[in-house]
């Protein structure tokens, strides 16, 4: 059998042990052998205060970074200067721009980059691209509402500059609105909604348009109490056809097609250590560049302090 490739994970949150860990586990080509974490360790694996003490201080081949967006650029930059392959967390990084350096400099150092989108990863998104690719769009409808209090609590970075506010859950329907349509997306409008006490939008409301000219209509909201809505809803000429519970549910009208557990995180690292073994990057930016086009096309409204 083929050794596995040896892995580092920076930063051991909650998004890292619900997910990473335990997909890593069971990821037969990688193998988590090192974590760098300021705040926490790990049992039967190497442990460090930070990237740059790991990257020194072990022969892992791989890192994965699990840590918020405002300043990872530098971690990531680290990485792919010391000639390890690098998976990145969605969003990839604080700007557009920054990822897209990341890019060029993986290339010139020979590394894989993987900027991953978890969201595309469930289960029913395939299926739909399918069923989407030769029909007429008529239009799409996506409501993404949750509350911040349960998913992100205590987590202040979410709320600065380079945090994306709503759109930290918003981009991952744009990630698969921009991976089920078959023709490209553009932000014509936008509203959002900024906490006078924050930097970031606890609401947003975006007018898009693809190519072809079907309206696109997006609301996130982060103060959804109750059942939680990710749904997106796409009406062609002949069907409707619904993404649910964030793309783990596929309906054609009132017919469930697929509904399935979920598998995301499993499937994101198996790609990684596909992309690893064949010398190839994956670093698609379509999501992170409606966002941008929309803080710079958004009619901006002061709302109530939020306090979480």
């Not at 549910?249 to 992309?275: M, P």
Request: contains cysteine.
């Amino acid at each position: 059998m083929t050794k596995p490739i040896s892995l580092g994970l920076v930063g051991l949150g909650t998004i890292a042990r619900n997910q990473h860990l335990p997909s890593l586990a069971d990821t037969p080509a990688l193998e988590l052998t090192a974590i760098a974490s300021r705040n926490a360790s790990l049992d039967g694996v190497l442990c460090f205060q930070d990237i740059h003490a790991m990257l020194e201080g072990s022969d892992i081949a791989a890192v994965s970074l699990c840590t918020p967006p405002q300043g990872r650029f530098e971690q990531a930059v680290a990485t792919i200067e010391a000639g390890r392959h690098l998976m990145l967390e969605k969003p990839p990084g604080a700007t557009v721009s920054e990822v897209q350096a990341l890019a060029r400099l993986a290339e010139a150092k020979g590394v894989t980059l993987f900027a991953t989108w978890h969201s595309r990863e469930a289960a029913a998104v395939e299926k739909a691209r399918e069923m989407l690719s030769d029909t007429v769009i008529t239009s799409v409808k996506i409501s993404w509402r949750e509350d911040v209090r349960h998913w992100h609590p205590g987590q202040e970075w979410i709320w600065q500059s380079g945090g994306l506010g709503v759109f930290d859950p918003g981009i991952n329907a744009l990630s698969i609105l921009t991976r089920i349509m078959p023709d490209p997306v553009h932000v014509h409008a936008a509203m959002l909604e900024v906490p006078s006490n924050k930097q970031a939008p606890i609401g947003a409301e975006l007018e898009m348009r693809s190519a072809k000219g079907a309206p696109v209509h997006a609301v996130f909201d982060w103060r959804q109490t109750g059942p939680q809505t990710w749904d997106i809803e796409v009406e062609t000429e002949t069907c409707t056809i619904t993404l649910r519970d964030g793309g783990a549910t596929l309906h054609q009208g009132d017919t469930c097609l697929i509904a399935a557990q979920d598998e995301e995180y499993r499937r994101l690292y198996k790609r990684f250590g596909e992309l690893i073994a064949a010398g190839q990057s994956e670093v698609d930016l379509a999501p992170m560049q409606l966002v941008a086009d929309a803080f710079l096309l958004a009619d901006k409204r002061d709302t109530d302090p939020f306090h979480d």
